[in-house]
T-cell receptor, first 112, second 114 residues
Framework: DAGVTQSPTHLIKTRGQQVTLRCSPISGHKSVSWYQQVLGQGPQFIFQYYEKEERGRGNFPDRFSARQFPNYSSELNVNALLLGDSALYLC???????????FGPGTRLTVL | DAKTTQPNSMESNEEEPVHLPCNHSTISGTDYIHWYRQLPSQGPEYVIH???SNVNNRMASLAIAEDRKSSTLILHRATLRDAAVYYCILRDGISNFGNEKLTFGTGTRLTIIP
């Protein structure tokens, strides 16, 4: 069975640009969460979606937004990129919000 | 969110047991203790979780202190593949909006010596 998949694997953007990251959950999983991991730190929670509704939001600015589609895949959008947005963006899926989370390999975003 | 404290790093010899400690003195009665690990260049993966009793699975064992203020993840026979950052996370057992996220600290970086 396929695990959580994320695209693209790597991305380079310049300050002020916008980026969209994509996540496909494990088949049958209806909850998707997004995390940001800066080098040397643990992942930090950004958003959680369940059944296309936002279930939780971390302490991130409004430049960060996300949505979940009817097939339970998800997109994370970041506007007006800053150098500090350079990080590994991880997507995790679970059957329901509280179940064990399965992480994808992440998208490495570099902002120049 | 209740906080956990872990050593920044640990080393262990291959094929020997490893005991990874975690302190959580402010744990509440409904908090479960979860462990995830992150292998190099990968996303985190679930290892084990428990509430009060010690727990075993194919990957590891979790020993929980009687007062629940500390716990220990035990890898019975470490291999090179177990080299990773190990995260101890408290998660409220009552599922509510906003508390279903995982709150990661900086974890313990485990190095396995061949």
């Amino acid at each position: 069975d396929a695990g959580v998949t994320q695209s693209p694997t790597h991305l380079i953007k310049t300050r002020g640009q916008q980026v969209t990251l994509r996540c496909s959950p494990i088949s049958g999983h209806k909850s998707v969460s997004w995390y940001q991991q800066v080098l040397g730190q643990g992942p930090q929670f950004i958003f959680q979606y369940y059944e296309k509704e936002e279930r939780g939001r971390g302490n991130f600015p409004d430049r960060f937004s996300a949505r979940q589609f009817p097939n339970y895949s998800s997109e994370l959008n970041v506007n007006a990129l800053l150098l500090g947005d350079s990080a590994l963006y991880l997507c995790a899926s679970s059957i329901r919000p509280y179940n064990e989370q399965f992480f994808g390999p992440g998208t490495r975003l570099t902002v120049l | 969110d209740a906080k956990t404290t872990q050593p920044n790093s640990m080393e262990s010899n291959e094929e020997e047991p490893v005991h990874l400690p975690c302190n959580h003195s402010t744990i509440s009665g409904t908090d479960y203790i979860h462990w995830y690990r992150q292998l190099p260049s990968q996303g985190p993966e679930y290892v084990i979780h428990g509430l009060t009793s010690n727990v075993n699975n194919r990957m590891a064992s979790l020993a929980i202190a009687e007062d629940r203020k500390s716990s220990t993840l035990i890898l019975h026979r470490a291999t090179l593949r177990d080299a990773a950052v190990y995260y101890c996370i408290l998660r409220d057992g009552i599922s509510n909006f906003g508390n279903e996220k995982l709150t990661f600290g900086t974890g313990t970086r485990l190095t396995i010596i061949p």
